[in-house]
């Protein structure tokens, strides 16, 4: 049963790209990409600046209203 599946899924799969393939145009293929891989890298770079920034204001904020610390 559990090969059948598999088997299904890929024939599907294999059915889908045949055909798209076709109507695929290099041109467009290649912008996709680009954009897919600058998308990619905007996303993680603006993850870790926004990482930076919690962590920051995080401290910032937390450390004046915390009446548990001690001030050395």
Same mark, same amino acid.
């Not at 890929?10 to 290649?30: K, Y």
């Not at 996709?32 to 962590?55: N, R, T, Y």
């Given at each position: 049963?559990? *090969?059948?599946?598999? *088997?299904?899924?890929?024939?599907?799969?294999?059915?889908?790209?045949?055909?798209?393939?076709?109507?695929?145009?290099?041109?467009?293929?290649?912008?996709? !990409?680009?954009?897919?891989?600058?998308?990619?890298?905007? *996303?993680?770079? !603006? *993850?870790?600046?926004?990482?930076?920034?919690?962590?920051?204001?995080?401290?910032?904020?937390?450390?004046?209203?915390?009446?548990?610390?001690?001030?050395?």
């Amino acid at each position: 049963m559990n *090969s059948n599946s598999a *088997s299904l899924k890929l024939g599907t799969l294999g059915g889908t790209v045949a055909a798209a393939l076709p109507s695929l145009q290099r041109d467009t293929l290649l912008e996709a !990409i680009i954009l897919a891989g600058v998308g990619a890298c905007v *996303s993680f770079v !603006i *993850s870790m600046v926004l990482k930076v920034l919690f962590k920051y204001l995080q401290k910032r904020f937390l450390k004046r209203s915390d009446p548990n610390q001690e001030s050395h």
